[in-house]
């Protein structure tokens, strides 16, 4: 595995950014919708309210993030750039978050125009991304920087992943659109969005984010090379034991238990990595991280509770810890990661250095905000310690306490709330220095 990346071949600040900027307006969306809710959508996957937080938290909070972060860690890991990567960005994004809202419409008033407009708009969306990516990974396959073998292979795993997830979403979105009988594949579409598209990818990331941004040792071998490919053909296996009559409950029950080892394996690698560091302090990305891969190894014994467990809420419960407290744990942690280096990355790259005078030139760096100062790390730890409080909430929502069930929205509301102050100030930040910069060339020129 190589310890650098390309920065060089950072992706334009438009192609990521809006991508990320969906996250803490669906947050808001997914807290007010929690809290105009019944305690009821805590409490049934199949509620309305709850199909439709779901999608916000899976498309609108976590796809967003994620397909915007791949764009980048392809082209500065991997040297794969999408291209066009600002009109494939842009088309994409836009898509997706019509296309989402689209979806939650229909979920909420049972609405199959708004269905039909959701396969519509997400299916040209991925259809868009798969494709576009998919073409880079095959064009530029021999230009592959020597080491990112271990980014790629979960990423590829990952990448067929989400196009089965959405394959299924749209064929059963399709089926509520026309009022036909609706498919029985909800089972496989949760496996293979959430363990597949979202656990391969938050792998592959961790194998290169962890040690660089971190500063932890690089993970062993064993890991990196076998743990990528043993979890796509154990989610094979899985599926094709559920389509399956007459076979032994114990199979697939096996095949679920070697899946969840591969996980706590990673997961309990990734700890060890994160205790161990060469970086003293905990900053906000470090601990979002740690709440992250706590909640995730919290599903281990949920999982248990689930399959020989006799309460009904183990299901809801089991996948808050998914959704919320891991997967948008590490979510919110890599926006205070990627953002702030984006930003002061661009602004980097906007000044104009006169070869001549190098007291101008330092005059320039001065000026140039550190990359720590575009989100404070103070902000990002309230920001942390209040997202640690909605995984709880959610988490006791789910066992059906009612308190934590009307915490659960204004949590999230304040959460995201505080993730939009800290994302705004650090655009007005860059935004200024912009200004300064501009002004600063303006007066330089003969």
């Known amino acids: 595995m190589q310890r650098a990346l390309d920065f060089d071949k950072t992706p334009a600040l438009g192609v990521p950014l809006p991508f990320f900027l969906n996250v803490p307006v669906f947050g808001l969306l997914a807290g007010l919708l929690a809290t105009w809710s019944d305690p009821q959508a805590f409490m049934s996957r199949w509620d309305r309210a709850t199909l439709a937080m779901t999608h916000l938290w899976t498309l609108g909070i976590l796809g967003s993030a994620m397909l915007g972060a791949l764009i980048q860690i392809l082209a500065v890991a991997c040297n794969v750039a999408v291209t066009p990567a600002r009109a494939v960005a842009a088309t994409v994004h836009a898509l997706l978050t019509v296309g989402t809202l689209a979806l939650v419409t229909g979920f909420l008033w049972w609405a199959p125009p708004a269905w039909l407009a959701a396969v519509a708009l997400l299916g040209a969306a991925f259809a868009i991304y798969l494709g576009a990516v998919s073409l880079a990974l095959w064009r530029q396959r021999r230009q592959v920087y020597k080491g990112a073998r271990e980014i790629l292979v979960p990423v590829r795993g990952a990448l067929a992943a989400l196009a089965l997830t959405v394959l299924i979403g749209l064929s059963m979105a399709g089926a509520l659109g026309a009022g036909t009988a609706l498919p029985g594949w909800a089972g496989g579409h949760i496996l293979w969005g959430l363990l597949g598209w979202g656990g391969l990818l938050l792998m592959g990331m961790s194998f290169q984010l962890l040690p660089i941004f971190q500063l932890t040792e690089i993970y062993p071998k064993s890991v990196t090379r076998w743990l990528p490919l043993l979890i796509p053909g154990l989610l094979v296996a899985w599926t094709a034991l559920d389509a399956s009559t007459g076979l032994p409950h ?123 100062a575009y989100i404070p790390a103070a902000a990002g730890q309230w920001h942390v310690a209040l997202y640690a409080l909605v995984a709880v909430s959610w988490t006791l929502a789910a066992t059906g306490w009612a308190p934590a069930a009307q915490a659960a929205g204004p949590l999230m509301i304040l959460a995201s709330s505080v993730l939009i102050v800290n994302l705004g100030r650090a655009l007005m930040l860059y935004r200024r220095t912009l200004k300064i910069l501009a002004d600063m060339a303006e007066k330089t020129q003969p």
């Open 250 to 372: 114990l199979m697939r029950e096996t095949v679920e238990l070697l899946l969840a080892g591969a996980y706590v394996s990673w997961i309990g690698t990734s700890l060890h990595r994160l205790g161990t560091r060469k970086r003293p302090t905990a900053e906000p990305t470090t601990l979002f991280w740690f709440t992250g891969l706590i909640c995730l190894l919290a599903c281990a014994p949920a999982w248990i509770w689930l399959r020989h467990g006799q309460a009904p809420q183990a299901a809801m419960v089991l996948g808050v810890l998914l959704i919320v407290g891991g997967l948008g744990s590490i979510v919110h942690g890599m926006l205070y990661k990627i953002v702030p280096f984006l930003l002061w990355k661009h602004a980097q790259d906007a000044r104009v250095i006169p070869d001549h005078d190098p007291a101008q030139a330092r005059i320039y760096l001065k000026i140039l905000p550190k990359m720590a």
